[in-house]
């Protein structure tokens, strides 16, 4: 079962500048993303964080890319669902290695919110919507944010504070 053994995670990140990068295809499950995001990240304190939009899940990358330098933590929010192409495996292999790209080189954590599923069922059940037995973009938030605390925390202890 997907989810199980997830920890539960608090943080506070107030005083965190974040921004949500959220794909556009898959409406309904994306807008689920969104808000379980924008939830996550109020139950940590983040105050007006960004929420861009970008067309597909591909663009995530370079959205957050050209975002990191201003941010504290991203979120990137997408969905891929199997076809019968191997478009599936291209974009989600590409999507991965480009946000972890982002997080290694800036230094800038990337909470990774994209469902790789073989349904839209499997999209719906972890969208965060009414009826979901799971908040991914919730989850995704609340990582940015608690890596983003660590790396700060870190960065005082290096400085001897």
Avoid: N
């Avoid at 379980?36 to 960004?50: E, I, K, M, N, Y």
């Avoid at 478009?87 to 480009?98: K, L």
């Amino acid at each position: 079962m997907s989810g199980h053994g997830a920890p539960v995670v608090t943080v506070d990140g107030s005083g965190l500048r974040v921004a949500v990068v959220a794909a556009s295809w898959h409406e309904q499950v994306m807008d689920g993303l969104v808000d379980g995001a924008l939830r996550g990240l109020a139950d940590a304190g983040v105050q007006s964080p960004l929420v861009v939009r970008v067309p597909g899940t591909v663009e995530l990358s370079v959205a957050c890319a050209r975002l990191a330098p201003r941010y504290d933590a991203l979120v990137a929010l997408g969905v891929v669902i199997r076809g019968g192409t191997p478009h599936f495996d291209y974009v989600c292999q590409g999507v991965t290695v480009g946000l972890t790209q982002v997080s290694v080189t800036t230094g800038v954590p990337v909470g990774f919110g994209v469902l790789t599923c073989d349904t839209d069922e499997q999209a719906i059940a972890r969208a965060g919507l009414p009826g979901s037995v799971e908040d991914k973009g919730h989850e995704a938030a609340t990582a940015a944010v608690a890596t983003a605390v660590t790396l700060r925390d870190l960065d005082a202890a290096a400085a001897g504070r």
